[in-house]
């Protein structure tokens, strides 16, 4: 669950900073096969509270705030505006952010943690070497504008040139030069967890990874479009130029880039097909492989670029995708390859070189998300720093504060809502016993990670060297990270490991090792506190570990087992019956208007919807037996809450976690790349589906959120 933001591997939503310019080779060794789309996890990027131990008798309102709540608007109206117009008006968007919240106020207090922590470590001295050393060297670097507008573009010159030199003869050498270190321009190729045996890798192929992220922004020729089009026509242009190229020169480039992301994605799923697992597992063996995509030198392709012997077999994802980079690095000229390469390789670099490349990237993000104004360049420092070190500060994050206390809250939590959910299953009426069985299985074999992981990243044979520049260190760090991963390879998969560090303010799912993940940054004031009320520590964490228990059951969650394998554990009936009822939420979402003429996506977002409503249901169960358990009457006068039932409150809390205001141009770019809906239809469109919300607040037929029986939608 998430806005784009965080990130975890595979596909886990990314930090809101990210995109298509960032460090190309620094995401692509990070989260390898983010385009496969099969670990689809599920992160949160908001937060919540721990359960307290007060009653309710003398509580009042402490994650919420009452001065919030609009008096003019109507719950069963807009219950999104009822709870957090006040919210909005004190919170205006400044030029920094296309899109603020409640989760970037808690991202923004954690930057200034970090930010000390590694300021403080800078102020220690650390010994050349050490990992101290190696954090506050890099922020330094990154913090270096002097240096780096110096440099220009001087440290990517070799590469360039190297490009650029190499004779026909050589072409082949060239390609896997550039898919070892840099980019990958035809084909992706990465290890990940065997779909069918989770405790060991598998390898994938895949296809190329698109400038523009989305097919559409290439083949549907729309006002919006067309604008971004030409926003990312500039931004090749520019920084080829800014690169030493000229204008002549700069727009060739431009050109073939365009043709050939073009053809890319004529071939490349829609948002809808990407989430259909089934048709991502296609084992291959590698004489089947070469057969299939002969343009491509395999036997040398993994000594060559992964420093391993070449597999027996490979899983293909996108069989046409990777036929299309086959067919056009047959057929391509050697300048139009080599154009192509030139923007790859710039292109990975530009966020770690002189101002005008990272002012190019911005401008072609003012039209991308609407912002309009770059972030401090401490803030990128850090995100910087972030990416290659970040455990090593999560360590230190962790000791200075994550009580353990946090720690057991949140066990007890996850065990309630464990018990909740499972007596959801037992409920179910279009579920068979046996596959509510299996489901029963594996709800029991969740894993749970809370706060941090039990052993840290060793970086000590990482080497970051200040005689370098900031681009030549961030590249090496790349490849100490890529190093690592490929060193797993012909291993047993070790599941204790994180996807995300610890100061990220996010979690998530992981089905193929059937886990759910909690890091520290998330389990803190406002959204986790221990003196809130239990109403609003259920509706604001509470859901969110129901949220994550819920991704292991939703549309693509569900075709994993207890053990994090794809099989299927349903009967043919049940799943018959789960799609019917999936369809309906799909025609939900599909039908809100989110601009004049653009509408949610209910099959890309699918996932995410059925998790937030199964977060509110089952925590709601969870709340409901602990204040049995308290002796507590919700329904009394004195179980009030500043004059709330403690229902409305846990609903209100909810909304409130998803307080937020946004830029047009960046609902627009969210409803097209990502897979979680925009916060006031996470709030509205499924709350619509929930009788004790109608309850709470007296909504009946003839309020605009109302939605008859018949219509709604009760999956978990």
Not at 644 to 668: C, G, L
Request: glycine share 6%; aromatic share 10%.
């Amino acid at each position: 669950m998430a806005v784009p933001s965080a990130r975890a591997r595979r596909n886990v939503i990314r930090r809101e900073s990210a995109s298509i310019y960032s460090n190309e080779r620094m995401n692509e060794v990070n989260n390898d096969m983010k385009k496969i789309n099969l670990a689809v996890a599920a992160t949160v990027v908001l937060a919540g509270a721990a359960a307290s131990c007060s009653s309710g008798k003398s509580e009042s309102l402490k994650s919420l705030n009452a001065e919030y709540l609009s008096d003019s608007i109507a719950p069963g109206t807009d219950f999104y505006a009822y709870v957090n117009r006040g919210w909005q008006e004190a919170h205006p968007l400044t030029p920094e952010y296309s899109r603020y919240g409640q989760f970037n106020v808690l991202s923004d207090e954690n930057e200034i943690r970090v930010q000390d922590i590694v300021l403080g470590l800078a102020k220690e001295n650390p010994a050349p070497g050490s990992v101290g050393y190696k954090v506050a060297t890099v922020y330094n670097l990154a913090m270096d504008s002097v240096r780096r507008n110096e440099e220009g573009a001087a440290p990517i010159m070799a590469g360039l040139k190297k490009i650029e030199e190499t004779p026909a003869d050589s072409m082949d050498q060239l390609f896997l030069w550039m898919q070892a270190s840099y980019a990958s321009p035809f084909v992706s190729v990465g290890m990940m967890e065997d779909l069918h045996d989770s405790d060991n890798y598998a390898m994938y192929v895949g296809g190329a990874s698109l400038g523009l992220g989305d097919r559409d922004y290439y083949l549907v020729d729309n006002e919006r479009n067309l604008q971004v089009r030409d926003a990312y026509r500039n931004l090749i242009a520019t920084q080829m130029q800014n690169a030493g190229f000229s204008k002549e020169d700069a727009e060739r480039i431009t050109d073939n880039v365009l043709k050939i992301e073009t053809s890319l994605a004529e071939e490349t799923w829609t948002r809808e097909e990407s989430r259909d697992l089934e048709r991502q597992d296609n084992p291959r063996t590698l004489a089947e492989l070469k057969e299939l995509y002969p343009a491509f030198n395999w036997d040398a392709f993994f000594p060559e670029t992964m420093g391993i012997d070449a597999p027996e077999n490979v899983i293909v994802t996108t069989l046409n995708t990777v036929k299309r980079g086959n067919d056009l690095y047959a057929s391509l000229s050697e300048r139009e390859v080599k154009d192509f390469y030139l923007w790859k390789f710039v292109n990975q670099a530009s966020s770690t070189l002189s101002d005008n490349f990272t002012d190019a990237n911005f401008e072609f993000n003012k039209v991308l998300s609407g912002v309009q104004e770059q972030r401090p360049r401490w803030k990128r420092a850090l995100g910087a720093t972030e990416g290659v070190l970040g455990e090593a500060i999560g360590q230190l994050y962790v000791e200075k504060y994550f009580p353990e206390s946090s720690k057991q809250k949140m066990l007890d939590l996850v065990a309630n809502l464990r018990e909740a959910l499972g007596q959801h299953i037992d409920s179910l009426t279009w579920m068979s016993p046996e596959t509510k069985a299996n489901a029963h299985k594996k709800l029991d074999s969740f894993t749970v990670k809370i706060g941090y992981p039990d052993t840290w990243k060793d970086y000590s044979s990482m080497v970051i060297d200040p005689k370098l520049s900031y681009y030549e260190n961030m590249h090496n760090a790349s490849m100490w990270h890529q190093a690592e991963l490929y060193k797993k390879w012909g291993k047993p998969v070790d599941k204790t490991e994180w996807g995300m560090t610890p100061q990220t303010v996010n979690a998530y799912y992981n089905p193929m090792a059937n886990e759910i993940v909690f890091p520290a940054a998330i389990l803190q004031a406002p959204f986790f506190d221990p003196e809130a009320s239990d109403a609003e520590n259920y509706g604001g964490i509470g859901v969110v570990i129901g949220h994550e228990m819920t991704h292991g059951f939703d549309d693509q969650g569900r075709h994993f087992d207890a053990s994090g394998n794809m099989t299927d554990w349903w009967t043919a009936e049940d799943a018959e019956k789960f799609k019917a009822l999936t369809d309906k939420l799909v025609a939900q979402f599909d039908a809100v208007e989110v601009l004049p003429g653009v509408h949610a996506n209910g099959s890309y977002t699918l996932g995410e919807n059925i998790a937030d409503q199964g977060g509110l249901r089952v925590s709601r169960t969870a709340f409901l037996a602990s204040q049995a358990k308290k002796g507590v009457d919700v329904n009394s006068e004195e179980a009030k809450i500043n004059g709330f039932t403690p229902e409305q409150v846990f609903y209100m809390n909810y909304a409130n976690i998803w307080a937020s205001n946004i830029r047009d141009e960046e609902k627009q770019n969210l409803t097209t790349r990502d897979v979680h809906s925009l916060a006031e239809n996470r709030v509205n469109v499924t709350l619509r589906n929930i009788e004790p919300f109608f309850t709470a607040f007296g909504i009946t037929e003839g309020q605009p959120l109302y939605l008859a029986p018949a219509e709604r939608v009760v999956i978990w």
